[in-house]
């Protein structure tokens, strides 16, 4: 309330926001915010001599929350494939310190023959190293 110039910009910023939850295409979103704005005269004439640059300033900053929401989504889908990927190994190594047939391991996790052959290797290296 202090700052009048603040208080309008957010104001711009919350019409938008309130549209786009509203599934209002961000294009449409913002110039409708921008019509507000210059009607309000909001930052005193800024937004009406502004208009296509407030325009374009306004569309890249809300895509770029759509970017970052979209990495977001991105790393935590590889997060969940990995922990996934976790997992088969996880079941493999004990499928095999049980001795079960590798036909039977491979089906149920998965995993490539060199995969297999890593664990078992890494199996046996355990199994020799706690013998010792």
Do not use: W
């Not at 910023?13 to 921008?34: F, Q, S, T, W, Y």
């Not at 990495?71 to 499928?95: D, F, Q, V, Y």
């Amino acid at each position: 309330n202090r700052c009048r110039a603040l208080l309008e910009y957010s104001d711009f910023v919350d019409i938008i926001k309130r549209e786009r939850k509203n599934k209002v295409p961000i294009g449409a979103a913002v110039e409708k915010a921008l019509d507000h704005a210059i009607k309000q005269k909001c930052l005193g004439d800024y937004f009406s001599s502004c208009k296509e640059e407030v325009m374009n300033m306004s569309l890249t900053e809300f895509d770029q929350e759509s970017f970052e929401r979209q990495i977001r989504a991105e790393g935590i889908s590889i997060g969940l494939e990995k922990g996934k990927n976790e997992a088969k190994l996880e079941t493999a190594r004990k499928m095999i310190q049980e001795k079960l047939p590798k036909e039977l391991v491979l089906k149920i996790t998965e995993i490539t023959d060199k995969t297999y052959a890593n664990i078992l290797e890494e199996a046996l290296g355990t199994i020799s190293t706690n013998a010792q």
